[in-house]
Each structure stands twice: as C-alpha cells, then as structure tokens.
C-alpha cells in the first residue's frame, strides 16, 4: 500500500454533509487534480475554497509543510472543515470568502445541488448568509509568508478567482492550480491579463486555457 492508499483511507472518515455523500470516492484527489504529485517540496500550501480539506489533508500527509491556510466560505462546509482538518498543528482555518477587500460582508450563494458550488453576490441583496471577506495580501501579510519559500496555492472559489487572479503575489507562487471560470462574461478580460503575465514567470504543467468554459489548470514557476 503506498502513501495515497492511506490518505484515500483516511479521507473516507472525514465528515461531510448529507449532500456530499456521492463525493466520498474523493476523485480529485485520485486524478490528482491539483498537481498535489507535480511537486516535491511545499514550505506553505495556501487552499483557497477548501471544502471538507481533502486537498489540504493530502499536501499535509504527502509534504508536511510548516504552514496550511484554508479558506472556505461557506459555515456549513466550515463545520466539517474545522472536524476534518482542524486539529493539524500546522492548520490555519479562515471561515471566510476571498476578496478584494477585507472585511466587508457579502451574500453567499448557495447551490443546495451541489454544496461545492457556493458564490458571491457582489450585489447585497438581503442580510441573510453572509460571510466576512479576506484578501490573499492579507494572509500572506499575518502569516509572514516567506516569499522565498516554496509556495503552493491551490485555488477553487467557484468564480471568486477573478479577486485575485492579477495579484503580483501570484507571481510569487511556485505552483499556482486553479479553477476557472471563464464562462462568466466579467471573468475572461481578467484572465486575458492574468495570462500574459504569469506566463512571463510560469509554465503550464497541466491543462490549457479554454475561453468560455470552465476548466482546471496548474501553473508551475520557471527555473
């Protein structure tokens, strides 16, 4: 049995809600979605829309790194987040939705089909499931993230991508993967920016880009 064998066992006891019960095969991490194997060393793995912290579980056991920040929006995702991985030594968990602006409140949206599937209303439109907002210079600035370091950012917000995505921090990064939604109208101009940049400093590992659809991609930073 090797490594992978007993973190899929692991995961099997993670706690999820009723509606996540389909997902407990856990396939993105058996077809490595996010580039988990593409890698060797990971100083500080940032998971932006963590989930149930599957992803961040896996670069714990398979890197042990000196930091994991999670961010995951969504309180009832959280609950289980905080029961699955909370107990870490090396865990940081943020109840809270990527932005460009910290601490403000906006709508989360939730697809009660899919609890993965949970948006920003940049439009306030009531006072009901609202959440806190925090920046990505924000977590790097409290946590004294060493720029130098080897820096995995893993990022599936569900849209929210478009906060960050032309942040100079990112350029930083030495494995970027991301989730995209280029499918969303207002999405495709940032990433036209987004690309021309990172790919002055990064390659494409996995994945290619395709406009108006949503797909997987992982950048990794150039020697």
């Given at each position: 049995?090797?490594?992978?064998?007993?973190?899929?066992?692991?995961?099997?006891?993670?706690h999820c809600?009723?509606?996540?019960?389909?997902?407990?095969?856990?396939?993105?991490?058996?077809?490595?979605?996010?580039?988990?194997?593409?890698?060797?060393?990971?100083?500080?793995?940032?998971?932006?829309?963590?989930?149930?912290?599957?992803?961040?579980?896996?670069?714990?056991?398979?890197?042990?790194?000196?930091?994991?920040?999670?961010?995951?929006?969504?309180?009832?995702?959280?609950?289980?987040?905080s029961n699955?991985?909370?107990?870490?030594?090396?865990?940081?968990?943020?109840?809270?939705?990527?932005?460009?602006?910290?601490?403000?409140?906006?709508?989360?949206?939730?697809?009660?089909?899919?609890?993965?599937?949970?948006?920003?209303?940049?439009?306030?439109?009531?006072?009901?499931?609202?959440?806190?907002?925090?920046?990505?210079?924000?977590?790097?600035?409290?946590?004294?993230?060493?720029?130098?370091?080897?820096?995995?950012?893993?990022?599936?917000?569900?849209?929210?991508?478009?906060?960050?995505?032309?942040?100079?921090?990112?350029?930083?990064?030495?494995?970027?993967?991301?989730?995209?939604?280029?499918?969303?109208?207002?999405?495709?101009?940032?990433?036209?920016?987004?690309?021309?940049?990172?790919?002055?400093?990064?390659?494409?590992?996995?994945?290619?880009?395709?406009?108006?659809?949503?797909?997987?991609?992982?950048?990794?930073?150039?020697?």
């Amino acid at each position: 049995m090797n490594i992978y064998d007993d973190i899929l066992l692991d995961l099997q006891q993670f706690h999820c809600q009723e509606l996540w019960k389909f997902c407990k095969n856990f396939s993105n991490i058996r077809n490595d979605n996010y580039g988990l194997k593409l890698i060797d060393n990971i100083d500080y793995f940032i998971d932006i829309g963590s989930c149930l912290g599957e992803v961040a579980f896996t670069a714990h056991k398979l890197y042990n790194p000196t930091k994991i920040i999670a961010v995951e929006a969504s309180s009832k995702n959280f609950q289980c987040l905080s029961n699955n991985i909370g107990n870490l030594d090396n865990i940081i968990l943020y109840n809270k939705a990527i932005y460009h602006t910290d601490n403000v409140l906006v709508q989360l949206i939730e697809d009660i089909s899919n609890i993965g599937q949970n948006k920003i209303n940049d439009y306030l439109i009531s006072d009901t499931n609202l959440v806190e907002t925090i920046t990505i210079d924000n977590i790097f600035d409290k946590h004294n993230i060493d720029m130098r370091s080897n820096i995995f950012i893993k990022i599936d917000c569900e849209g929210s991508e478009k906060y960050l995505l032309n942040n100079p921090l990112l350029l930083e990064c030495k494995q970027i993967s991301i989730e995209m939604h280029e499918r969303d109208k207002d999405v495709k101009k940032i990433c036209d920016l987004f690309y021309k940049k990172i790919l002055q400093s990064h390659i494409i590992v996995k994945g290619n880009r395709k406009i108006g659809k949503n797909y997987e991609i992982i950048f990794q930073k150039k020697c």
